[in-house]
Nanobody
């Protein structure tokens, strides 16, 4: 079992930056492909934001955040972070951290929320324009 806890959300203005963290406990995150998803509308499917391989060498980003968001992982601290720059109103969402036992880091699999085995509770990010 892995417990994931997100933090760092808040209310910011368009153009600002925010840094989200996801702290894991129970097992080392080195065992998992890690991802960030977001839900912009309650009841809507979670949208892929980014994923990072176990080694950190491979990352994928949604087109909507590419060039603005950066994902990283710290095995020693058992955390992953999402640095979000140049925030836009359309980035407003609840952001979720997720862990997947998937073998490798096949791009299509990382897009699918069903590929992930563990989820955090989410942290709200609100960007005012």
């Amino acid at each position: 079992q892995v417990q994931l806890v997100e933090s760092g959300g808040g209310l910011v203005q368009a153009g600002d930056s925010l840094r989200l963290s996801c702290a894991a406990s129970g097992r080392t995150i080195n065992s998992f492909v890690m991802g960030w998803f977001r839900r912009q509308v309650p009841g809507k499917e979670r949208e892929f934001v980014t994923a990072i391989s176990r080694s950190g060498d491979t990352t994928y980003y949604a087109d909507s955040v590419k060039g603005r968001f950066t994902v990283s992982r710290d095995g020693a601290k058992n955390t992953i972070t999402l640095q979000m720059n140049s925030l836009r109103s359309e980035d407003t969402a609840v952001y979720y951290c997720a862990a997947a036992r998937m073998l490798g880091i096949a791009y299509k699999m990382t897009l699918d929320p069903g590929s992930y085995d563990y989820w955090g509770q989410g942290t709200q990010v609100t960007v005012s324009s």
